[in-house]
Each structure stands twice: as structure tokens, then as C-alpha cells.
T-cell receptor, first 116, second 110 residues
Framework: EAGVVQSPRYKIIEKKQPVAFWCNPISGHNTLYWYLQNLGQGPELLIRYENEEAVDDSQLPKDRFSAERLKGVDSTLKIQPAELGDSAVYLC??????????????FGPGTRLTVL | GQQLNQSPQSMFIQEGEDVSMNCTSSSIFNTWLWYKQDPGEGPVLLIALYKAGELTSNGRLTAQFGITRKDSFLNISASIPSDVGIYFCAGQGRTYKYIFGTGTRLKVLA
């Protein structure tokens, strides 16, 4: 079974440019998460989707970040415009869903963003 | 954001030695997960724990759900060079959200 797929793996952009990351979760997983991981730290949640609904976006900086999950499968995270401080790894994860017996999160390989 | 405290922060060990690390929280959790992350990759799930006191093994790895529900432990027996990486714990309480630890960086000397 395929794992969580993310693309691109690496992205280098200049500040003030837009950037988008794509994620395809594990088949059958209703819940999708976007995390931010700064160097030397653990992942921190940005947004969680249950199917196509964003049920928790309280940690998402909405002035420049946006996300969507059309049809409740793939998801895209966008930053516009990017700032130097956005340089980090953006991780996507999926799970069966909170409340299920096994709500284990599985991560993709991440997209490493460098903003110059 | 909130992160759980993991100890030790980093460790160098000789190949063949056993390794112990732990994760502590001020909150009670219902689920603990342990992940390993290699450079340039996403975290890979190693072990999941669902009940206080539970002891679960995965090959040379053994993890325990602390009886206070505020801590968890991971042991690696007979370490090998490929055990190198960063180990993260993650705890889930009454809400869906997993809180991750600060990580333990393991380096194995051959």
C-alpha cells in the first residue's frame, strides 16, 4: 500500500514569491494534517481536515497561508507571499480519524522549503 | 507551540549497547506514538501505545505507556549503526491533537 505522497520534495524561492505544496494521503484515510517542522524541533500542527472540511486551522497564519482539500482526498498548502521565516519542512500526515480505535498518523517525506 | 519534553536531548552510544529515552508531559494522554526520523525524511511510526502500563515491542524496540499516563519510554536493545536518527514521541489526549516531543538525537559509534 502506498504511503503519504508529497511533492515537491524541495523548493527554493525568493521572498515575496508564492509557493504551493501538494499531498496525497493514504487511501481510505479521512483525516489529513499539515505540519510545520523547524530545524531541530518536532512537528507542529498547522491545519487538520476531516474529509474536505478544515476542522482546525487555528494554528494556520491566515494572512499568508491557505489550504484546501477538494473532494476530501488530495490537499494543497499555499504560502503567498513567502517570508524568510517560512523556511522549514512542511509535512503532510494522514490517519483513519480521531475516535477510531487506531488513530495513528502516518507522515509523508515532507517538502523542504528554503526562502532566500 | 507546545512540545513535550524528551530526555536525553542527544546521546552517543557504542554499537551493541542498549538505549533508553523518555518523554514527559504535564497532561494526561490516552495514546502515545513513537517515531524515528532520518535526515531529509518524514517521521516513521515505530510503536503505538493505547493503555496505561502497556508494554509493546517491535523487533529490538520496546516502548511503555507510563502508569501515570503522563510519560512514555522507548528502549532500543543492541543498537546498530542504522538506529541513528531523531526519535520523537507524540501524545494524544481527549482531543484529536497529537503533541510532539522535542526529539532525542541518537548517534551510534561503530
Amino acid at each position: 500500500e502506498a504511503g503519504v505522497v508529497q511533492s515537491p520534495r524541495y523548493k527554493i524561492i525568493e521572498k515575496k514569491q508564492p509557493v504551493a505544496f501538494w499531498c496525497n494521503p493514504i487511501s481510505g484515510h479521512n483525516t489529513l494534517y499539515w505540519y510545520l517542522q523547524n530545524l531541530g524541533q518536532g512537528p507542529e500542527l498547522l491545519i487538520r481536515y476531516e474529509n474536505e472540511e478544515a476542522v482546525d486551522d487555528s494554528q494556520l497564519p491566515k494572512d499568508r497561508f491557505s489550504a484546501e482539500r477538494l473532494k476530501g482526498v488530495d490537499s494543497t498548502l499555499k504560502i503567498q507571499p513567502a517570508e524568510l521565516g517560512d523556511s522549514a519542512v512542511y509535512l503532510c500526515a494522514s490517519s483513519l480519524g480521531f475516535g477510531t480505535r487506531v488513530d495513528e498518523q502516518f507522515f509523508g517525506p515532507g517538502t523542504r522549503l528554503t526562502v532566500l | 507551540g507546545q512540545q513535550l519534553n524528551q530526555s536525553p536531548q542527544s546521546m552517543f552510544i557504542q554499537e551493541g549497547e542498549d538505549v533508553s529515552m523518555n518523554c514527559t508531559s504535564s497532561s494526561i494522554f490516552n495514546t502515545w506514538l513513537w517515531y524515528k526520523q532520518d535526515p531529509g525524511e518524514g517521521p516513521v511510526l515505530l510503536i503505538a501505545l493505547y493503555k496505561a502500563g502497556e508494554l509493546t515491542s517491535n523487533g529490538r524496540l520496546t516502548a511503555q505507556f507510563g502508569i501515570t499516563r503522563k510519560d512514555s519510554f522507548l528502549n532500543i536493545s543492541a543498537s546498530i549503526p542504522s538506529d541513528v536518527g531523531i526519535y520523537f514521541c507524540a501524545g494524544q489526549g481527549r482531543t484529536y491533537k497529537y503533541i510532539f516531543g522535542t526529539g532525542t538525537r541518537l548517534k551510534v559509534l561503530a
